[in-house]
């Protein structure tokens, strides 16, 4: 499955993946499948695509180590649920979508098997708060509530 990973990944960065050829890019956008307007999306930017790489890349490298496997899946997880939606989505081969569903079928196998650990790093070892820490946050969180639904309302007033 890594190997899988470090391909895909490799492939991102070498630019074999997400890109376009030239035949295609002088198409209409109109006529190109789901397939193509995916590549030519994700072929705009170089940074993104080799992020995504890099990405991988690294996550294969952390899942050979058993100690380093629960970061790995941490990181994959979101990056090959967005792959494995866009494959749907898009319209991209079956095949890549089968391989996609697979790693990430991996991952999440991985974090349910270390599932202890991802409750104690994130819910139980957390350290209590006081008192009036907690009061402050709560104030805190309610502006954020409110700036943000005064954005959505002015958002959607100005739009109209």
């Known amino acids: 499955m890594h190997s899988c990973c470090y391909f895909y990944g490799v492939s991102k960065v070498a630019g074999h993946q997400l890109t376009v050829p030239p035949e295609v ?26 992020i995504l790489g890099l990405i991988q890349i690294t996550g294969a490298s952390l899942l050979l180590f ?50 202890d650990a991802l409750i104690e790093l994130l819910w139980t070892g957390q350290p209590a708060e006081s008192e009036s820490t907690r009061k402050f946050h709560w104030v805190i969180r309610a502006l954020i509530l409110l700036v943000v639904l005064a954005q959505v309302i002015a958002g959607t007033l100005i739009a109209r």
């Open 25 to 50: 890019a002088q198409k209409p956008i109109a006529s190109l499948s789901g397939y193509w307007l995916t590549w030519y999306y994700y072929s705009y930017s170089h940074v993104y695509k080799d």
């Open 66 to 115: 058993r100690r380093s496997s629960l970061l790995a899946a941490a990181m994959m997880t979101p990056v090959m649920a967005n792959i494995l939606l866009i494959n749907i989505f898009y319209s991209i081969t079956v095949g890549a979508a089968r391989m996609a569903a697979f790693i990430l079928g991996c991952m999440l196998l991985i974090l349910w098997h270390q599932r």
